[in-house]
């Protein structure tokens, strides 16, 4: 891996709800380094967007709370930093964030090239270091900044392939396709040129073909100007597909965490294993993994998994297990890895 970009340090989030406290995320930990592709993967509900939002600053208020831990991004712990700075300074600046449902994210009554100015007159890496740039929410945009600007989108969504982007500009959201509308969502998280994309989900809402156009030009635009990405997805096909490195997570708890090639030729978790193993196939179809992923107001004690582990012993339910090595920049949070001869933590 490359110089460390962000990294999440035993990261707690819970959740309050009627029927009790959820505990979403249970000290999690991630690292990204710089202009690296790293895959979040896990089922529904085991936490994926909880950890991307807690990185945006972003949890729901007031049913979700930081329980403890860091979110180090250069140096900087953004658990420290106020919802202000951090969307003044670094939400749609230093990192974007691509949505699953990008029509979602656009306002109907509004063209394409409307919201696409407004969000440069804020976050134009033209104004870099000079926090918003303008004397306020009801200031001007002056119009030399505006034309470089634009000039800047034009490029953009050359380079994300839409064609004739000045047509774009001038339609409303519902005028262009969903593949055309997750084109000019990488566009817009590649605008204010930041360091960290955070994709959540971001074709799953697609056709199959239209989903491998995105990938490969998210992954292809991201490492031309070393941007890093984080990737949700709950489909391994996906992560193999784009990602550089591979996170693991179940039922709020990181698993297992390895360089791509690591991770699906020696998946070292039993979690890990069953997941690959549970992928369809010629010889065995399709095959799930038996028993239900846990709630998270009681979850099991100790690993998480240990319910459905046929590997599990005594001391599973005890406490969770520290990370393990495996190999370099390769490690499991498990007592019993698969078949492994575990190297020193
Ligand atoms: N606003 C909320 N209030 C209460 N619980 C929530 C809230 N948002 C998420 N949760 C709970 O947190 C857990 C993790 O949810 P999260 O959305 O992070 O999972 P995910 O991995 O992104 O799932 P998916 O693949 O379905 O998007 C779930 O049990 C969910 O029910
Ligand atoms: S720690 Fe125990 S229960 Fe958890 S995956 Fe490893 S063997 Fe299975
Ligand atoms: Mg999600």
New binding site residues.
């Given amino acids: 891996m490359t110089d460390e970009l962000l990294t999440v340090r035993d990261l707690k989030v819970s ?1 309050g ?1 009627d029927s009790g406290v ?1 505990q ?1 995320l249970d000290n999690v930990n991630l690292t990204i380094g710089q202009g690296e592709i790293v895959g979040l993967v ?1 089922e ?7 950890l991307a939002r807690a990185i945006l600053g972003v949890l ?1 208020a007031p ?2 709370r930081i329980e403890s831990g860091i979110v180090n991004f250069l140096g900087d712990d953004l658990l420290q930093r106020t919802s202000e700075d951090l969307s003044t300074n670094i939400r749609g600046r230093d990192i974007t964030f691509i949505p699953q449902d990008p029509y979602s994210s656009f306002n109907p009554v509004f063209t394409i090239g409307t919201q696409i100015m407004e969000l440069m007159k804020w976050k134009s890496p033209l104004l870099r270091g000079q926090g918003n740039g303008t004397g306020g929410f009801l200031s001007r945009y002056p119009r030399q900044r505006y034309d470089a600007d634009r000039k800047h989108v034009i490029e953009l969504l050359n380079t994300v392939q839409l064609p004739q982007p000045e047509q774009i500009l001038k339609k409303y959201p519902h005028e262009i396709s969903g593949g055309q509308r997750q084109r000019l969502m990488i566009a817009m998280a590649l605008l204010p040129d930041p360091k960290l994309i955070i994709a959540d ?1 971001p074709t799953t809402a697609l056709d199959v073909t239209i989903q491998a156009q995105i990938l490969k030009l998210l992954r292809q635009l991201a490492s031309e100007r070393n941007v890093a990405v984080l990737f ?1 997805t ?1 489909d391994l096909g996906t992560a193999y597909e784009i990602c550089d490195s591979v996170t693991v997570m179940y039922a709020g708890q990181e698993m297992e965490s390895a360089p791509s090639s690591g991770f699906f030729n020696r998946p070292s978790h039993p979690y890990t294993k069953r997941l690959l193993d549970s992928l369809p196939s010629r010889e065995h179809g399709i095959e799930g993994i038996a028993g239900e992923i846990p709630g ?1 107001i009681n979850p099991p004690k100790g690993c998480r998994f240990h319910p459905r582990c046929n590997a599990a012993t005594g001391i599973c339910s005890q406490g969770r297990p520290d990370p393990q090595g495996i190999d370099t920049h390769h490690w499991v949070r498990c007592y019993h890895p698969v078949g492994a001869k575990v190297a020193a933590p």
């Fill in positions: 959740f709800a959820a979403v896990g529904s509900g085991c936490g994926k967007t909880t729901p049913a979700a989900e949700t709950h998270l």
